[in-house]
DNA sequence: GTGGCTGGTGCAATCGTTTGCACATAACCA
DNA sequence: TGGTTATGTGCAAACGATTGCACCAGCCAC
């Protein structure tokens, strides 16, 4: 009966003692870069005595030792937000298998409260970073990279390329957004863009810009409307405004999904129905959009790959020689989902597949 | 110009040489709790020296004298269910305001994983554990607590009660729902149960049992069928179990809102519509539900009240001397939230406000 | 048989804090 | 004025690991 209540955490001393060897023999067995300095026997003895007292590294004077925490840190807008919590647990099962950890904080988009945090997990000698919060222009975060500091962006992008970043195709996605409806039929198509001092807003919005003419769509200055935040709130207002406005469309690109649930909200309540009236897109294919009436068409992003990448990405950067490595940038490939929220314009009977049987009646 | 690339970090000892004291002096001068020790004027300086070198205290070197991290390990299913992040989100507002942080890791559902993150966070040396992924029978999470380590279940709850919880109240969860049916007419109600090895699953459950006598439901055992998951497909297979066995009712009653939607789309698949032929409600309101086709009828959770008192609770219990609290047990109240998904029983015509109120035929 | 390697182990310093204790100096009271 | 008590600070020992260096065999080659 060896049942001490008050476990005495073991330490390399305790395995020393129990094999009779020094401790530093104990930490070069135990570590797979230093064992081939052990003799195999003596190695073998100490790995299993470490195992049979059930010696656990103590992280803290790792830490102190090395320099090193195996843990890194990542911030988010808001975790409450559906975009994020794959990009997370993708970060998490990279991690995971590397022994690394992942601490998290949110910023609510207050740009003050990232860099508090990323005080705070500085101060905490976290290894790397893992940013989901950063606007355009964050001289804040160049300055971490610069420092040497291993740092991602995840989902969106600082402007300046010094900081690698793992993000999906924008421009690619808008293009098959309007790809699709312009096979539908539509030519007149408004675009509720996101945020321009995000990454991901002002290259979803640079990409309709691009695409539009070239695709035979109205370029219109008046098709446009910014919104200020990529909520279901200013979905709403956008679309007021476009009606207020007086502009004529069959279509309305939205930057992202909660815009777009938004704007059809708004839509049906000035009494235009979607897709009948006009066809809306969304853009992340966050959970639930499926399951919405009608249920959206939108750009699906893969949000778990993105942080898994980075996660991995991160730990190959911290793991690597300093000053080894330059800024990554990875581009996911994105993929068009096509549901009810979109419907061909004007067709006055019969045609195919890909979506909706469009028998409508012209307006 | 003082532009050194190279930054090392500032310690005690930079800043003790700066005020011309001793470490230990400036240690004690930094700490709020044992500042008295010093003359005002010498600990002012320290104060205005430290941040003026910006020094931050080394959190391996704390911990590994201390055998304190601040940390705490948070344990959930899966970060990717929207049930959990405002909880996660709750629990990090807790701990941000007392210096402390959160490492996370989903288990998926599996209790091997569950303890081999247990084990990951303690080598750690977290200062104490949220779980939110515990099965009602959890020898090691008991364990855990006997040993002395602060936990809390959240959501969840073990059958032991001296693992300190905070959940909702679920009977008055269903008791709720079940007079909300009544009010409507309906006397034929079904259950989908959860999972009953999940304290959630058993108590809604029991909830059920408890109630639907005494308020004048058929108690047929062909009414109730169990889940094998919170989730839609189990959601789905239930309701087909349901049909399949000839049961007959006018209303479902589910353990959650993702069985709900589940059940939804299968009644559907089947020609019964909700809530025409059939009145569903849900659990946990989580995000989305309010705009799904029909918006589901549910009980809303403090979701983040959850996550914040536990923080609070954990801190609580970590800072005080050891042995000296008992496992509290948190009861939060619950809100029905009455949607489109239910409606009164043969209603053969208008209804208004509320939802529909009972213009409802006695059977 | 001696010198030089080399491979395996031990020694001891070190990382940056906290904290019990010793030691001054000043303050107090008789 | 002398002895006692406060009061503030310094000293040094931890905490548990990593790691450069010294050491000591044993082996080989000459």
Known sequence: MQKTSI???????????A????????????????????TPEVAEQILKASERLDYRQNAAAYSLKTNRTRTIGVVVPDITNPVFPPIIRGVEDALAS???????????????????????????GVDGLILASVEREDAAVSKLAAEGLPVITVNRRVDDSTVASVVNDEAEGIRRVLTHLVSLGHR???????????STGAARYAGFEKYR?????????GLVVFANAFNEAEGERCVEELLASGAEFTAIVCSNDRLAVGAIAALSRHGRRCPEDVSVTGYNDMPMVERMQPPLTTIRIQSNKVGFEAGQLLVQMIERPPGEYVAEHIVLPIEL???????????????????????????
């Open 213 to 221: 003419g070239p695709m035979g769509l109205a370029d219109d200055r």
């Open 98 to 124: 590397r022994g690394y950890v992942a601490i998290l904080g949110n910023t609510d988009g207050d740009m003050r409260r990232e860099t508090g945090l990323v005080e705070t997990f500085r101060s905490r």
């Open 337 to 363: 989902i096509v549901r009810g929220s979109t419907r061909a314009i004007h067709a006055p009977n019969g045609q195919d597949g890909d979506t909706a049987k469009p028998r409508v009646r012209p307006l």
């Open 7 to 17: 476990k005495k955490r073991v330490t390399l001393k305790d395995v020393a003692n």
């Open 188 to 198: 007149r198509v408004a675009n509720i863009a996101g945020p321009q001092s995000l």
């Open 19 to 38: 094999v009779g060897v020094h401790v530093s023999t104990v930490s070069r067995a135990l570590d797979p870069r230093t064992r081939h300095l052990i």
